[in-house]
Each structure stands twice: as structure tokens, then as C-alpha cells.
């Protein structure tokens, strides 16, 4: 895996889960993380101290997404918090991974759940890319976590799905438009993973066992699964690879 000393990467929705293990994982690859949470500034700190403890580099930000003008704030706590920590300003490495999901069947779903979705889901990462760029040193690269729903019929998460494809697209087309800069967009869509997210399906032995099953290994995916993928597509290894979807989901639905 390339090395990541002298890189600055952001990772969005970092306080836990799959977010927590790649900004763990591209820290211990040199980098230094901005560890962005929404809400759980708690969570945020101990994802910090993790990193600290295991000889990495991190420091905290928070910005609630999904609101007018959060990208703007993300990156003016990122740009204040990069200068404190006595780093050279710029970016390396975007990983645009919170999310938020309302459960709900086509006649479940409300005009505000789908709004609140799209908003976080598909046009925060857009403007969080945008304003991303703008910082982005030539040969970065920007990491979209999709999901596996992008590519199977899952009727009962239709407002969810309808978001992680917007990503998708974004994904493509974003590839051509920043190619020129050496830059590298890719996408990396999880099948289920064991996380705060998955927790009340496997809280009985016949919920995991379910879950496993979709998979051709038979178990459930760690963050970790995740995370390594994201550390391939962060090092210069994925130099010749944009404009990708990368199913990371254990081979679900062969």
C-alpha cells in the first residue's frame, strides 16, 4: 500500500463506524486526518485519541450536514483547525462518507425524510467536493462511500437508495471533469457491515446469521473490509483507476 506521510485527508462522518476505520486506517498510512462528525463530538475526540495512541495524526471538526451553507462551514473549521494544528494548508484526500437513512417502503417515505436525505446523502458531498477542490493539491483524490443498494432492488430503503445513486453518478462524471488534474474519483459501495447502522438486525443469532448469508464467505463485514479498500484508492497504488464503483460487499448477491 503507497504511503501516506505529507498527505492531509478529511473524512466525513468519521466519529464511528465505517467513517472511524478509514480515518484510523489512512492515519496509520502516514496521513493526517480531519475527523469530521455531525453531532457526536464525543465520539469524534476518542476517534481522534485512537489515532494519537496508535502514533497517527488527527485533530476534530464539526459541521452538521444537510443544512444551507454546511460545506462552507466544514471546510472554514477544517481551514482554521489545519492552520492550529501547524499543518501548510491544502488537501489531499476527500472521503465523503456521512450518511443518514429513513427506513420506508415508496408509501412510507415524506416529502421532509427524502429532502433530508438528498440534502446529506447526495447534495452535501457534491458541495463538499466542490469546495474540496478548491484546496485540492493536483494528484488528490476524492472517495465516495456509496452502498450496495445502488446495484440491487431494496424496496424497503427506495428514499436511501435513490441517494447513494445520485453519488454514483457524481462519482463518473466528476472523474472527467478533474481527470486533467491528475485527480482520481472513485466510488466504494459496503454490503452490510457491522456497525452502529446493522446493530438491531444482528441483535438475535437468526438476524446475523441472515445477514452473513448474503455474503459468499458467510459473514458479516467489518469496517475494517471497508477501510483497507479506501486505503488502496487514497495510495498512489490507484493511480490509473477514476470514474470506478468498487462493490466491497463480500460477494452479496452473486
Known amino acids: ?15 464511528r463506524g465505517i467513517g ?3 480515518a484510523q486506517r489512512l492515519a496509520q498510512d502516514g496521513a493526517l486526518v480531519a475527523v469530521h462528525y455531525g453531532s457526536n463530538d464525543l465520539a469524534a475526540k476518542e476517534t481522534a485519541e485512537s489515532i494519537g495512541r496508535a502514533g497517527g495524526q488527527a485533530f476534530i471538526i464539526g459541521a452538521e450536514l ?5 460545506a462552507e462551514a466544514l471546510f472554514a473549521a477544517f481551514d482554521a483547525e489545519l492552520a492550529a494544528y501547524g499543518a501548510e494548508p491544502g488537501l489531499d484526500i476527500l472521503v465523503n462518507n456521512a450518511a443518514l437513512n429513513f427506513p420506508g417502503h415508496m408509501d412510507d417515505v415524506t416529502p421532509e425524510e427524502f429532502d433530508r436525505t438528498i440534502a446529506v446523502n447526495t447534495k452535501a458531498p457534491f458541495f463538499i467536493a466542490q469546495h ?3 484546496r485540492m493539491r493536483d494528484g488528490g483524490r476524492i472517495i465516495n462511500i456509496s452502498s450496495a443498494v445502488t446495484s440491487t432492488a431494496l424496496p424497503s430503503q427506495i428514499a436511501y437508495s435513490v ?7 457524481l462519482t463518473l462524471t466528476l472523474a472527467k471533469d478533474v481527470g ?4 482520481t474519483v472513485n466510488t466504494i459501495a459496503p454490503g452490510w457491515v457491522e456497525t452502529e447502522v446493522t446493530a438491531a438486525r444482528r441483535a438475535t443469532p437468526e438476524g446475523r446469521a441472515a445477514l452473513a448469508a448474503y455474503s ?10 471497508i477501510a483497507d479498500v479506501a486505503a488502496f484508492l487514497a495510495s498512489d497504488d490507484s493511480r490509473w ?14
Do not use: C, H, W, Y
Open 180 to 183: 486533467e488534474r491528475g485527480i
Open 20 to 22: 472511524r476505520a478509514i
Open 216 to 225: 459468499v464467505f458467510n459473514r458479516i463485514g467489518q469496517p475494517a473490509d
Open 66 to 70: 444537510g443544512i444551507p451553507g454546511d
Open 132 to 134: 474540496g477542490l478548491r
Open 241 to 254: 483507476i477514476t470514474g470506478q464503483r468498487f462493490d466491497v460487499t463480500g460477494g452479496s448477491m452473486l
Open 163 to 169: 441517494s447513494k445513486g445520485g453519488m454514483d453518478t
Open 1 to 15: 500500500m503507497g504511503d501516506l506521510k505529507g498527505k492531509t485527508a478529511l473524512v466525513t462522518g468519521s466519529s
